[in-house]
């Protein structure tokens, strides 16, 4: 028997007649601010579950179906969401630092105010998502992002590198730092960046030279 309770009351939420949550259907579930840090619910299905305020810190949730779940004010640092379904999820306001959101759908989902900084979000799918988020520090290698919202996010020092962003809306985001080489921009234009820095003794040549 599994019990799991609030994290501040110590009130039990929900009891689950299992020794684990993996791959447990827990559609509609209602447990917001609930005590789930480094639960295992790998392809759990969440589907439209209140997990307001929970604390799922180290949780695994690789592959679990998260649509349109409400995370709101989540806690979810170094949580595991890699290739879990979060379309139309509600994440404003999360705390998603250090996540790895591999392969992550996030399709027009909510993450307005989230704290997803350091995040892995390699290949995730992003598209049409509200991200007026802090994404500084974000791998976001080879991502869709078209026609995301990210208008005044924080993409500083974030990793772009063949990412997708087409149709996106950047107005008022902070680049500054961020790695663009393959990217698409929201124009739908190839950014080909400037060659990495030959070593110390090695004479430079210019990217065309090579063609």
Same mark, same amino acid.
């Given at each position: 028997?599994?019990?799991?309770?609030?994290?501040?009351?110590?009130?039990?939420?929900?009891?689950?007649?299992?020794?684990? $949550?993996? =791959?447990?259907?827990?559609?509609?579930?209602?447990?917001?601010?609930?005590?789930?840090?480094?639960?295992?619910?790998?392809?759990?299905?969440?589907?439209?579950?209140?997990?307001?305020?929970?604390?799922?810190?180290?949780?695994?949730?690789?592959?679990?179906?998260?649509?349109?779940?409400?995370?709101?004010?989540?806690?979810?640092?170094?949580?595991?969401?890699? &290739?879990?379904?979060?379309?139309?999820?509600?994440?404003?306001?999360?705390?998603?630092?250090?996540?790895?959101?591999?392969?992550?759908?996030?399709?027009?989902?909510?993450?307005? &105010?989230?704290?997803?900084?350091? *995040?892995?979000?390699?290949?995730?799918? $992003?598209?049409?998502?509200?991200?007026?988020?802090?994404?500084?520090?974000?791998?976001?290698?080879?991502?869709? $992002?078209? *026609? *995301?919202?990210?208008?005044?996010?924080?993409?500083?020092?974030?990793?772009?590198?063949? *990412?997708?962003?087409? %149709?996106?809306?950047?107005? %008022?985001?902070?680049?500054?730092?961020?790695?663009?080489? =393959?990217?698409?921009?929201?124009? =739908?234009?190839?950014?080909?960046?400037?060659?990495?820095?030959?070593?110390?003794?090695?004479?430079?040549?210019?990217?065309?030279?090579?063609?």
């Amino acid at each position: 028997m599994i019990e799991i309770r609030h994290k501040s009351t110590g009130e039990v939420l929900l009891r689950v007649d299992a020794e684990s $949550l993996d =791959g447990m259907k827990l559609s509609c579930a209602k447990l917001r601010g609930a005590d789930l840090t480094r639960a295992n619910l790998e392809k759990a299905n969440l589907v439209s579950s209140d997990l307001r305020d929970a604390d799922l810190r180290h949780a695994k949730m690789a592959g679990a179906a998260l649509n349109e779940a409400s995370f709101r004010g989540a806690t979810m640092e170094h949580a595991d969401l890699s &290739g879990a379904d979060c379309t139309s999820a509600d994440l404003n306001d999360a705390h998603l630092a250090f996540s790895n959101l591999t392969g992550t759908i996030f399709r027009y989902a909510r993450l307005v &105010g989230a704290d997803m900084h350091g *995040a892995n979000m390699h290949e995730a799918d $992003l598209s049409m998502a509200d991200l007026r988020a802090d994404l500084h520090q974000a791998r976001l290698t080879r991502a869709d $992002l078209r *026609a *995301a919202n990210l208008t005044g996010a924080n993409l500083s020092a974030a990793n772009l590198e063949e *990412a997708d962003m087409t %149709g996106a809306n950047l107005n %008022g985001a902070s680049l500054i730092g961020a790695k663009m080489h =393959g990217a698409i921009d929201s124009h =739908g234009r190839l950014h080909v960046g400037s060659p990495k820095p030959k070593a110390a003794g090695v004479p430079s040549r210019q990217w065309w030279r090579f063609w």
